[in-house]
């Protein structure tokens, strides 16, 4: 069998060559994340080429999103939002705008948006794209407290949402953050907006080359409560073990598909 839901995965140091790339999408990885964040836009543009030459060799469609990095700051603990908190500041950034420029001429598929706080957030993105003659889709990733009271009009603007659950981790209190997923999942299927649950799914990865119990759980919930896709981000871009991570991912979804599927069948019955 093969999942319907989607495994993104981030691309990276320990993942950007393309014979790696090519076992990735053997074994189903249908989307690549690049993180802004990091890197130089060449060194960007010879990662997009192998995963464009590694997708032709292997006969798929592999769309690439590019994250932007937003008004982030580096911290002890990684990074945290820059910005003042308010909802009408700009979070699209000088060097956003420098990487979309960049992702429009590379005909990148997606962006997704870090630290949206309200639908003008998106709005203003999208604009900017048109403008620049891209045809780009937006992803909104809800990482902060502002954006999840604004979910629903954030919902509605955005081609696609992110549950970017790292960041949200550091604005709520870390007890509440299922059920945070479990209503923003709700909501984007009641609009019928994909949803992409993402960050630290199968942190273990980056040492191990089998997760925990509790991150397979984690996955499987994920789609249980209808997540359209999961992405691997330390996991495959700078993880010990990207491949197994892909490969243990593709499991988890065709078990937690074939458990609904069930389900459904008993409930018919």
Not at 6 to 17: D, K, L
Not at 92 to 102: H, R
Not at 254 to 268: A, D, L, P
């Amino acid at each position: 069998m093969i999942s319907k839901s989607q495994i993104i995965a981030t691309i990276g140091p320990a993942s950007r060559e393309k014979e790696i790339i090519k076992k990735m999408i053997e074994h189903r990885m249908d989307v690549a994340r690049l993180n802004f964040s990091w890197g130089t836009h060449q060194w960007h543009a010879d990662t997009i080429k192998n995963i464009r030459e590694a997708a032709k060799e292997c006969g798929k469609i592999i769309p690439i999103i590019q994250d932007l990095s937003g008004p982030r700051e580096q911290n002890a603990n990684g990074h945290k939002f820059g910005g003042e908190g308010d909802a009408n500041e700009q979070i699209t950034t000088e060097k956003d705008i420098k990487d979309l420029e960049f992702g429009i001429a590379q005909n990148l598929e997606y962006v997704a948006q870090s630290f949206v706080g309200t639908a003008k957030d998106v709005a203003f993105l999208k604009n900017i794209i048109k403008e620049k003659g891209g045809n780009q889709k937006v992803i909104a990733k809800i990482e902060r407290k502002l954006a999840f009271e604004n979910l629903t009009p954030i919902i509605k603007e955005a081609d696609a949402v992110m549950i970017a659950r790292g960041d949200l981790g550091n604005e709520f209190p870390l007890e509440q953050i299922p059920f945070i997923e479990k209503e923003i999942i709700e909501k984007c299927k009641k609009y019928k907006k994909s949803v992409i649950v993402a960050t630290q799914m199968m942190l273990s990865m980056t040492q191990s080359p089998t997760p925990t119990r509790a991150e397979v759980t984690d996955v499987a919930y994920a789609i249980i409560n209808g997540a359209d896709a999961v992405m691997l981000s330390e996991e495959s871009a700078s993880g010990k073990y990207p491949l197994e991570a892909v490969k243990m991912m593709e499991k988890i979804l065709v078990e937690s598909e074939h458990y609904m599927m069930k389900k459904n069948q008993k409930n018919i019955l």
